[in-house]
């Protein structure tokens, strides 16, 4: 089965957590990351309700740490090493890192003020039901989102549309977390969870692109034998800086074990 660097983060757990400011890098993976969770587990957005509550706060930082090492010694990550990446992780990890990057980045994915705007113009919808209605209300607001972040909270919020069991639900507990923090969650509870809950469910009209449907496999249809081939090549680089605590050199025992996650996963 898959082993992840957060089981050998677990057993060291010295790291010093990644400033909050640094995390802001990894915000433009989310999508891809979301995507990974779409093509793991058809109830995906469960998995931040449920298992991810339960990770250990070192398996976050372990995920952080290798993800900023590899784009400090690549600059940028092609497709195969993001999949590589996320293979080395559970899904209940990476939603819980999904969970704190929403939470803890600096500038904040969806910051104070654009959240009090979007509440301010959320009160202002006379019918929820009415995505029309709601898209046109909250696009002002939205439309002062960086690309990057508006692209991560809609991905986000298609996910829980398109892979909840109760997505209201699921939205409302998971809404306060992207909009709120300490000073005002008493305030706003309320506001923040029917906000969520109206964006997931209006998810296309209100994101457009990174909302839209599809029944495509959300990484793309790839041959089995050109995966291979790419896992091959990034197994024979350096994966990671050579500052990475989790640097590590795949043994044939392991990389057989990633075929079997290949096949689990329904690349072969």
């Given at each position: 089965?898959?082993?992840?660097?957060?089981?050998?983060?677990?057993?060291?757990?010295?790291?010093?957590?990644?400033?909050?400011?640094?995390?802001?890098r990894?915000?433009?993976?989310?999508?891809?990351?979301?995507a990974?969770?779409?093509?793991?587990?058809?109830?995906?957005?469960?998995?931040?309700?449920?298992?991810?509550?339960?990770?250990?706060?070192?398996?976050?930082?372990?995920?952080?740490?290798?993800?900023?090492?590899?784009?400090?010694?690549?600059?940028?990550?092609?497709?195969?090493q993001?999949?590589?990446?996320?293979?080395?992780?559970?899904?209940?990890?990476?939603?819980?890192a999904?969970?704190?990057?929403?939470?803890?980045?600096?500038?904040?994915?969806?910051?104070?003020?654009?959240?009090?705007?979007?509440?301010?113009?959320?009160?202002?919808?006379?019918?929820?039901s009415?995505?029309?209605?709601?898209?046109?209300?909250?696009?002002?607001?939205?439309?002062?989102?960086?690309?990057?972040?508006?692209?991560?909270?809609?991905?986000?919020?298609?996910?829980?549309?398109?892979?909840?069991?109760?997505?209201?639900t699921?939205?409302?507990?998971?809404?306060?977390?992207?909009?709120?923090?300490?000073?005002?969650?008493?305030?706003?509870?309320?506001?923040?969870?029917k906000?969520?809950?109206?964006?997931?469910e209006?998810?296309?009209?209100?994101?457009?692109?990174?909302?839209?449907?599809?029944?495509?496999?959300?990484?793309?249809?790839?041959?089995?034998?050109?995966?291979?081939?790419?896992?091959?090549?990034?197994?024979?680089?350096?994966?990671?800086?050579?500052?990475?605590?989790?640097?590590?050199?795949?043994?044939?025992?392991?990389?057989?074990?990633?075929?079997?996650?290949l096949?689990?996963?329904?690349?072969?």
């Amino acid at each position: 089965g898959e082993r992840g660097r957060g089981e050998e983060a677990g057993e060291m757990s010295t790291y010093v957590r990644v400033k909050p400011e640094k995390t802001i890098r990894l915000v433009p993976h989310i999508p891809f990351v979301i995507a990974w969770l779409r093509h793991k587990d058809p109830r995906a957005a469960e998995l931040f309700n449920g298992p991810a509550k339960h990770v250990d706060d070192d398996e976050v930082q372990s995920v952080y740490r290798n993800l900023l090492d590899a784009l400090d010694t690549y600059g940028d990550l092609s497709t195969a090493q993001l999949r590589s990446i996320c293979m080395d992780y559970e899904p209940p990890v990476w939603a819980r890192a999904i969970h704190s990057l929403f939470m803890g980045s600096e500038p904040r994915i969806v910051p104070m003020k654009v959240a009090e705007g979007l509440f301010n113009a959320f009160k202002k919808v006379r019918d929820p039901s009415n995505g029309s209605e709601v898209a046109t209300k909250l696009s002002g607001e939205l439309d002062k989102l960086r690309l990057i972040s508006l692209e991560a909270l809609g991905e986000l919020c298609a996910l829980i549309r398109d892979t909840s069991s109760d997505m209201r639900t699921t939205a409302q507990k998971i809404g306060p977390y992207i909009f709120l923090n300490d000073e005002n969650v008493q305030v706003d509870f309320v506001v923040a969870s029917k906000l969520m809950q109206s964006m997931v469910e209006h998810a296309d009209i209100v994101f457009g692109k990174p909302a839209t449907r599809s029944n495509y496999d959300p990484l793309g249809v790839r041959r089995s034998d050109y995966l291979e081939e790419q896992q091959f090549n990034f197994d024979n680089e350096s994966q990671f800086s050579g500052r990475s605590m989790n640097r590590r050199v795949r043994p044939q025992q392991e990389k057989k074990e990633m075929a079997t996650a290949l096949a689990d996963a329904g690349f072969m």
